[in-house]
């Protein structure tokens, strides 16, 4: 068996380390080519320390010069690297067969087209990318014949109940509907009276996944469902009415497909992300993941609500902005990256981020999005209206 070299953009993060345990497991079929995070240079230099990569990539000058010499002393080979121009050559080179795109927000959308336009197998996680530019990125899969495996657990779970042909459109297999399930996040049941006091911690407690905090937060607003409903539209050519949000807490079945005849195909498991990353990494074959096998009787029962769009204002919001398409995702992308940012510094309340996301649509207007020039510019534009906004205090 070919060892697969692999590049993990975002490997200090929660899906960075969930895949770095996956490859840990398996060391006669992965080997880590590079690792790329931001700014956590001890946990990137104990990463290091053990997957011994060719290079390793971090925000900037300083910060690459320290882990330069933590390497250096600890005899490591190592090269450093920085920015994004570093980020973009790790997820193109000729020796990388695939490429983990785990960076969080819009930071990783050009990263992760490079890997698609160098053709890459590419396992996306980052789903802001499809949420900016998801004409732009898969015309480059295409193009380029990269093959595109998601790794968010609802498409991975969609990936897995379609057939492999999925490719020639929906319709044409049979596909009625694409039922992408929600856990609600910590807050389905407050009451809304105390949402407006609600803290960037008991936000980021999410009852069945541990994660980043800016995803953690998307799950609380459900602005989480809202990016997955364009992701979902993007990667299976779906369209909009045929994705139905469902409501299931327990966060057991990770998504299914409703067929013309009847059927419906879920894919059911523990909420461990290492399963739809092991599921990437090894596709089309399976491979141990560390995950507790499903115990059905101790689950005992499932339940299923339609999804509040009153409450969860960021959910329709995503439905709008996905019929409207162009700019549109991206700018909402971008005010809500803004919103987050804004929410876990205590410059913004939780209800401010819904509201905070909607006043930047209803100010900015969308245009085709067209090239990635396009899409940087309206990102640009509605993070600066975004900022601005909260500077002034309007959304407290
Ligand atoms: P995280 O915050 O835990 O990790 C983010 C990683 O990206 C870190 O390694 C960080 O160093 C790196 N990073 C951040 N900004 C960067 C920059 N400017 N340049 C280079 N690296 C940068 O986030 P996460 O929870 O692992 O999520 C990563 C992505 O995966 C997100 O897009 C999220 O929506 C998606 N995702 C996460 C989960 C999950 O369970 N955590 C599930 C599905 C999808
Ligand atoms: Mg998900």
């Given at each position: 068996m070919k060892i697969q070299n692999i590049t993990v953009l975002g490997s200090t993060g929660s899906i960075g380390m969930s895949t770095l345990d996956v490859i840990r497991r398996h060391p006669d079929r992965f080997h880590v080519f590079a690792l790329c995070a931001h700014s956590q240079v001890e946990s990137l230099f104990a990463q290091c320390l053990e997957f011994r990569p060719e290079f390793a990539v971090v925000r900037d000058a300083q910060l690459a010069a320290q882990l330069a010499e933590l390497c250096r002393s600890a005899g490591l080979l190592t090269e450093v690297r920085y920015g994004v121009e570093a980020l973009i050559e790790m997820s193109a080179a000729p020796e990388v067969d695939s490429v983990m795109a785990a960076i969080v927000g819009a930071a990783g959308l050009e990263p992760t087209l490079a890997a698609a336009r160098a053709g890459k197998k590419l396992m996306l996680a980052n789903k802001e990318v499809l949420v900016m530019a998801g004409e732009l990125f898969m015309h480059a899969v295409r193009e380029h014949g990269a093959t595109l495996l998601p790794v968010d657990s609802e498409h991975n779970a969609i990936f897995q109940s379609l057939?492999?042909?999925?490719g020639r459109g929906l319709a044409a297999c049979g596909v009625q509907k694409i039922l992408l399930t929600a856990s609600g996040g910590p807050f389905r049941n407050t009451p809304l009276a105390d949402l407006s006091a609600v803290t960037p911690d008991a936000a980021c407690a999410h009852p069945n996944w541990v994660m980043g905090r800016k995803i953690s937060v998307d799950s609380a607003t459900m602005m989480n469902k809202g990016l997955e409903v364009i992701e979902a539209h993007w990667i299976f050519a779906a369209?909009?009415?045929?994705i139905q949000v469902v409501v299931h807490?327990?966060?057991?079945?990770h998504s299914a497909v409703q067929f013309a005849d009847g059927s419906v195909l879920a894919q059911m498991g523990n909420p461990d992300m290492r399963t739809p990353i092991a599921y990437a990494m090894a596709y089309p074959e399976r491979i141990a993941a560390g995950v507790e096998p499903l115990d059905l009787f101790k689950i005992a029962r499932l339940e299923f609500y339609e999804p509040d769009f009153e409450r969860f204002r960021c959910l329709q919001l995503a439905y709008d902005v996905l019929r409207e398409g162009g700019t549109a995702p991206a700018i909402l992308n971008a005010a809500n990256e803004t919103a987050v940012a804004a929410f876990l510094a205590g410059s913004?309340?939780?209800?401010g981020i819904a509201r905070l996301n909607e006043a930047t649509l209803d100010a900015l207007p969308a245009r085709p999005e067209g090239s990635l020039e396009d899409v940087l510019a309206a990102d640009a534009e509605a993070r600066l209206f975004a900022c601005q906004a909260i500077r002034e205090n309007s959304f407290s």
């Open positions: 057939p492999a042909d999925f369209p909009p009415e045929m807490p327990q966060s057991v079945i913004l309340p939780f209800l």
